[in-house]
């Protein structure tokens, strides 16, 4: 019995001390990165033609807006870089202008970006504008706090387009990059 | 970062050291009286025996299904990132999982009754398990977002989750009733330390072309989390008193539930044995300490919308809180602290069981040989067992089943060798080897499977180890 036990005890002993394992290096982890790419829409605008007609004297629309997205810890924290795309679509008879200011908690404007639209036939304009290393400073975004949207007039306000309901849209969307770790 | 770091190979070790709760090494192991816990109706031929208190019977078993610490740890020069890509998010599938189970017996003994053929277990022991199967599109999600892939849907039902800590009370009857049948049945009570389980979640996330934006972002949730007792460790961790909060928590103090466990032994004839079991069919009822979250409902977001002329109707709206108050709306997220009950996981044994060598006499007075079983707790022992195993065990995905091929070796009453081939989704060269000392009344065994695996330790899949120590009394001549 004793010297059974000890054959058994003896193997048992020899797996524990000839088991292996391969080198391990844990410190790996320090070298995980965690970046991945979020995209969405964030604002569309439409203004329809016979609305631009039934403001007269006055050719501007100006609104600003509560924008808190960018500036959410979890976001404002961890962007990387990004990409605003815009697209930009007139159907009316009139020339515009829309411009849209990227605003502080205090107000002052980070950012402008400009769009200059002809009267119809225009084709869909498409602008991507680049935050980050590669573009307009990343700080932009994440201190962003409101959004000013502008559109004026520059033309009539008796026209009416060819086109069947004409309006001036724009549709715009972000692609950011994010670190999660 | 430390912690961060260990903690993450924690989990894998854990996950590859705590597995699925398959124990069959055990399992018909007669010698070993905690194989009547896996076999309610196993033969027995002890007068009593009672268990080492909190060394009767200790179990750790753990597995990881696609993927080992080796894959993504070894030393191999690898770029990191590039391994957890291929091989962790890319390579798992929905049905990988890691999971683990620890049992600590605290208590464990059986006495013959008045009637020899009926023998009596009890006990109370303590369990530890959880599973979570890989979150294939939430991983995707989070490690390279939604960016680039229009129309794809992420499945939120990826999400499956259960762990629980618990105390079982048990207390078994086992009868042969006559020479070729065994029966038994225990009836177990479960007090609940700690219970999380999120297993019945659908729905999912897309973007897809916008009507009038660019894109459609569309959640479609049907998520829900139930929690019971964390609510109490958590209070117990502001008061220094966590022992005192599991110890009250598993002696009645937690949330109760009933289960059963039943099997039996039959001789097909007086060498061939065929045994099975149903263990663990019964539920835990949770009323307190509970804390559950659901998200449930569907929106559809295209970003802020201003439209005129309905804008000018209210210039100062606020475009974005309406827009976050319009998806809380349509999807909430609700915490409550409504009962819910849980079903344990039950787990399915059958065997067949050929005995063959010289007959020898077993530790029990018995006037018998293997062509006159005799009576009451009499047992003819062979020297030699040979047969297969079924084990299925029901989980959240679905059962899971393992088969086993077994030989066993007794070395007259003081020793009994077992070794099994086992395959399922773990591994398909698991050999283990369970070894049972008999040294007059102590009774020693040892367990360990995957050995092939201690080739390297960070690349297996699947271990398991079981550990006991009792004091057995047999009827003797």
Not at chain 2, 275 to 287: E, N, R
Not at chain 2, 367 to 395: A, E, F
């Amino acid at each position: 019995m004793k010297k059974i036990i000890s054959y058994f005890l003896a193997a048992f002993t020899f797996v524990l001390l000839f088991s292996c394992i391969e080198e391990q290096d844990f410190n790996q982890y320090d070298d995980l990165s965690i970046t991945p790419t979020f995209e969405a829409s964030i604002l569309y605008l439409e203004v329809p033609e016979r609305t631009i007609n039934l403001v007269t004297g006055l050719n501007t629309y100006s609104q600003n807006f509560n924008f808190d997205a960018f500036a959410e810890d979890i976001f404002s924290e961890r962007v990387l870089e990004g990409v605003l795309t815009y697209e930009v679509a007139n159907t009316t008879s009139k020339p515009l202008q829309i411009e849209i200011q990227f605003l502080d908690e205090a107000g002052t404007v980070l950012d402008t970006e400009r769009f200059q639209l002809d009267p119809e036939p225009t084709a869909t304009l498409q602008r991507e504008i680049a935050y980050g290393p590669a573009g307009r400073s990343i700080d932009i975004i994440r201190n962003t706090s409101s959004i000013t949207l502008t559109a004026t007039n520059l033309g009539d306000n008796t026209s009416t387009s060819s086109q069947s309901n004409p309006l001036v849209t724009l549709k715009s969307s972000g692609k950011f990059m994010v670190r999660i770790k | 970062m430390m912690p961060k770091r260990f903690l993450f190979a924690t989990i894998l070790w854990v996950g590859i050291f705590v597995h699925a709760q398959n124990k069959q090494l055990l399992y018909d192991f007669t010698e070993i009286p905690q194989a009547l816990m896996l076999n309610p109706g196993m033969e027995t031929d002890f007068n009593w025996y009672a268990g080492i208190p909190v060394l009767s019977g200790i179990s750790v078993q753990a597995g990881s299904s696609g993927i080992s610490v080796n894959d993504l740890f070894a030393n191999d020069g690898l770029d990191f990132n590039d391994k957890v890509r291929d091989r962790a998010i890319n390579g798992l599938t929905v049905r990988d999982e890691l999971s683990g189970t620890f049992e600590l017996e605290i208590l464990n003994g059986g006495f013959r009754g008045r009637d020899p053929n009926v023998f009596y277990s009890f006990g109370l022991y303590s369990e530890v398990n959880f599973i979570n199967y890989w979150p294939k599109d939430y991983a995707i999600l989070a490690f390279e977002g939604n960016a680039d892939r229009l129309n794809e849907r992420f499945d939120l039902g990826h999400l499956k989750t259960r762990g629980e800590m618990l105390n079982v009370f048990h207390f078994g009857v086992n009868k042969k009733t006559n020479s070729s049948l065994v029966l038994g049945a225990r009836g177990k009570i479960y007090s609940s330390i700690i219970d999380i389980n999120s297993t019945k979640n659908d729905g999912y996330f897309v973007t897809t072309e916008g009507q009038n934006n660019i894109f459609a972002s569309t959640l479609d949730a049907e998520l829900l989390l139930r929690t019971s007792g964390i609510n109490a460790i958590e209070r117990a961790i502001d008061d220094q008193n966590v022992p005192g909060t599991i110890i009250k928590r598993g002696l009645f103090g937690g949330n109760l539930g009933l289960g059963v466990d039943m099997g039996f032994t039959y001789y097909l004839n007086p060498q061939t044995i065929m045994t099975g079991s149903l263990l663990d069919v019964g539920f835990i009822y949770h009323t307190n300490e509970i804390e559950s979250f659901s998200l449930n409902g569907n929106a559809t977001i295209e970003g802020i919308e201003i439209i005129l002329p309905d804008a000018l109707l209210d210039p100062d709206q606020d475009y974005w809180e309406n827009l976050v108050d319009d998806i809380e709306a349509f999807i909430p997220f609700e915490e409550t602290t409504k009962s819910y009950l849980t079903f344990r996981p039950a787990k399915l044994y059958a065997s067949l069981r050929y005995n063959f060598g010289e007959p020898m006499e077993g530790s029990a007075d018995c006037n018998c040989d293997y062509l006159n079983p005799g009576g009451g707790s009499s047992v003819t022992k062979y020297r030699n067992s040979v047969g297969g195993q079924l084990y299925v065990i029901n989980r959240p995905r679905g059962p899971q089943s393992a088969i086993t091929a077994f030989y066993q070796r007794r070395f007259g009453n003081y020793m009994a060798l077992k070794t099994t081939y086992t395959a399922d989704k773990f591994t398909l060269t698991n050999i283990g080897l369970g070894v049972n000392f008999q040294a007059g009344p102590v009774n020693l065994y040892l367990m360990a499977d995957n050995l092939l695996a201690y080739r390297n330790i960070a690349a297996s899949n699947y271990a398991s180890f079981q550990f006991g120590l009792n004091i057995i009394s047999w009827e003797k001549k």
